[in-house]
Structure formats: C-alpha cells, structure tokens
C-alpha cells in the first residue's frame, strides 16, 4: 500500500456501518456519533464521493437512524460483522474509504483491516465511531490505526475532500462542520 495520504474525492467511498435504531441508548455518546456520520454522509452527497451503508441484521436491529439522513442509499443488510463481506458490497474501483460507524471495536474495525488486507487506504472518522463502552471504542480506534489506518475526525475528512476553499461546494460543507 502507498504511504498515508489526504483524502481524495476521486479515489474515496464513504462507508457506514451498522448506525441502526437498536443502537440508540446502548452505544456511548450515539447521538452525536449518528449526527455527525449524518454530516459525513451529506458532505460526501454535495462532493459527489460515493456512500456505502450497512446494516447488521436489520430484522432484530432496525433501521438506519434518521440523523444518518439516507437518500436514495440502499442499506447493505449483513450477518458478517465487516461489512466488506457483505453480499453487494462494492466500492466501485476506488481506493479510499472513509470509515464510520458501530462498533468501533467489531464491525468499524473488521470493516477496516479487510479493507487494509485488500491494499485499501483507510480512514477512520473517530467523532463518527463509536461503541457500547468507551474503552472498546479506544482499543477499536488504537487497533486499527496501528494496522495502517488513519485516524481522523469529519472537520478534516470534510475539508481533505474539498482541497480548497474555492470550490462551489465549499461553502455547503462549512454549513455543515460549523
């Protein structure tokens, strides 16, 4: 794999992972780990970066939440805990993903060293990852950035993806991280 790099619109896939209904209450901080995958989500829809959602079984779990903001998206629905083995997961020819979701320290962290194996350049939102306890959530974090990935947060991903203030999009996305 090549060394670290900036995020690139071109090369990127956002990725979702499991932020579903069930989860509300039991993971840490989930409120503003949902709103803030949500501010993911809407940036990458006004810079064109392609999004992927899942869902750990949809049937006992429920749905995506609301604050993720679904458009159009079809959720992935999985029983494997990383969501690149789930059927139809597909990042299209690109070589970046920008990473968020539930569990940091199972599906978020599967999702990420599979990607790794396969030469994917990994990114991980950490205000947009969480878990049920605050700890699994760090050792998540830790594990996978040691494996190769980069920690992030949205404020920056956001901001890698425009490159430049002049961009037409430029001011929609600071709409979204102020």
Same mark, same amino acid.
């Given at each position: 794999?090549?060394?670290?790099?900036?995020?690139?619109?071109?090369?990127?896939?956002?990725?979702?992972?499991?932020?579903?209904?069930?989860?509300? &209450?039991?993971?840490?901080?989930?409120?503003?780990?949902? /709103?803030?995958?949500? /501010?993911?989500?809407?940036?990458?829809?006004?810079?064109?970066?392609?999004?992927?959602?899942?869902?750990?079984?949809?049937?006992?779990? &429920?749905?995506?939440?609301?604050?993720?903001?679904?458009?159009?998206?079809?959720?992935?629905?999985?029983?494997?805990?990383?969501?690149?083995?789930?059927?139809?997961?597909?990042?299209? &020819?690109?070589?970046?993903?920008?990473?968020?979701?539930?569990?940091?320290?199972?599906?978020?962290?599967?999702?990420?060293?599979?990607?790794?194996?396969?030469?994917?350049?990994?990114?991980?939102?950490?205000?947009?990852?969480?878990?049920?306890?605050?700890?699994? /959530?760090?050792?998540?974090?830790?594990?996978?950035?040691?494996? &190769?990935?980069?920690?992030?947060?949205?404020?920056?991903?956001?901001?890698?993806?425009?490159?430049?203030?002049?961009?037409?999009?430029?001011?929609?996305?600071?709409?979204?991280?102020?």
């Amino acid at each position: 794999m090549s060394a670290a790099r900036l995020l690139d619109r071109a090369r990127a896939v956002l990725v979702v992972v499991d932020v579903q209904e069930a989860f509300r &209450g039991a993971i840490h901080e989930f409120e503003a780990t949902a /709103r803030a995958a949500g /501010r993911l989500v809407s940036g990458a829809r006004l810079l064109d970066v392609p999004i992927v959602v899942t869902e750990q079984y949809p049937q006992g779990l &429920g749905p995506t939440v609301d604050e993720i903001g679904l458009d159009g998206e079809q959720p992935l629905a999985k029983t494997v805990f990383a969501a690149s083995r789930a059927k139809g997961f597909d990042l299209g &020819g690109r070589d970046q993903v920008l990473l968020c979701g539930i569990e940091a320290h199972v599906c978020v962290s599967q999702t990420a060293h599979d990607l790794l194996d396969d030469e994917v350049e990994v990114h991980v939102a950490a205000d947009a990852t969480s878990s049920r306890r605050t700890s699994d /959530r760090e050792v998540g974090l830790r594990k996978m950035e040691r494996s &190769g990935a980069i920690v992030t947060s949205v404020e920056t991903a956001l901001l890698e993806l425009c490159e430049e203030s002049g961009i037409p999009e430029f001011k929609a996305v600071q709409g979204l991280i102020k």
